[in-house]
């Protein structure tokens, strides 16, 4: 099955530590997302990444960071930095940056204990 | 400054009413237009896009863009309680810093 896959779905963070989201895609696209949800809020953009070693700060890049090794992955690290991690994240990609479709995986829901 | 924007609703229409949902967005140059929807919970699944003025057909759903207006809109028709969740309106914004920007989202609440 073609498709993206964000794992865990469920992820549990202590206070001053680092966590890894993982984004994976088999739809051979180019452009990988990353946005933050959260409650009754829209969609914002942490980091897109329109080609393999190449990634851009989105508009809440702060405490975050990311890696585009392999066009088929995209981590995401919710660094200590980000005081205010609790949120839902969604991973998407598109065949292009530009004027084409996003599709987005299941998304991880991030929670700090 | 990139900006779209919704009616954060709720919007409550009947079973088989035609649910009428709104966007508008700033930059003027912008070129193509989603629509998606979002159950509770859930990640956004697309159901529309549109990059032409004028109407767009797909079942039950019609987009509408008007880009003099800088106006895009989905009108469900025969609307059901399935299709009770939020619709997010998403834009890109060309230039240098291509990327999808979204609105916050209008929740539609369809009463059997």
């Known amino acids: 099955d073609g498709g993206i896959t964000q794992s865990p779905k469920y992820l549990f963070r202590k206070e001053g530590q680092n966590v890894t989201l993982s984004c994976e895609q088999n739809l051979n696209h180019d452009a990988m997302y990353w946005y933050r949800q959260d409650p009754g809020q829209g969609l914002r953009l942490i980091y897109y990444?329109?080609?393999?070693?190449?990634?851009q700060k989105g508009d809440i890049a702060e405490g975050y960071s990311v890696s585009r090794e392999k066009k088929e992955s995209f981590p995401l690290t919710v660094t200590s930095a980000q005081k205010n991690p609790t949120a839902f994240y969604l991973c998407?990609?598109?065949?292009?940056?530009?004027?084409?479709?996003?599709?987005f995986g299941q998304g991880t829901r991030l929670t700090v204990v | 400054q990139k900006e779209v924007e919704q009616n954060s609703g709720p919007l409550s229409v009947p079973e088989g009413a035609i649910a009428s949902l709104n966007c508008t967005y700033s930059d003027r140059g912008s070129q193509s237009f989603f629509w998606y929807r979002q159950y509770s919970g859930k990640s956004p699944e697309l159901i529309m896009s549109i990059y032409s003025n004028g109407d767009k057909e797909d079942g039950r759903f019609t987009a509408q863009l008007n880009k003099a207006s800088q106006y895009v809109s989905l009108l469900i028709r025969d609307s059901q309680p399935s299709d009770s969740a939020t619709y997010l309106c998403?834009?890109?914004?060309?230039?240098?810093?291509?990327?999808?920007?979204f609105g916050k989202g209008t929740k539609l609440s369809v009463k059997p």
């Open positions: 998403a834009v890109t914004f060309g230039g240098s810093q291509g990327n999808l920007i």
């Open positions: 998407a990609s598109s065949i292009q940056l530009q004027n084409t479709e996003a599709f």
């Open positions: 990444s329109q080609i393999v070693n190449d990634f």
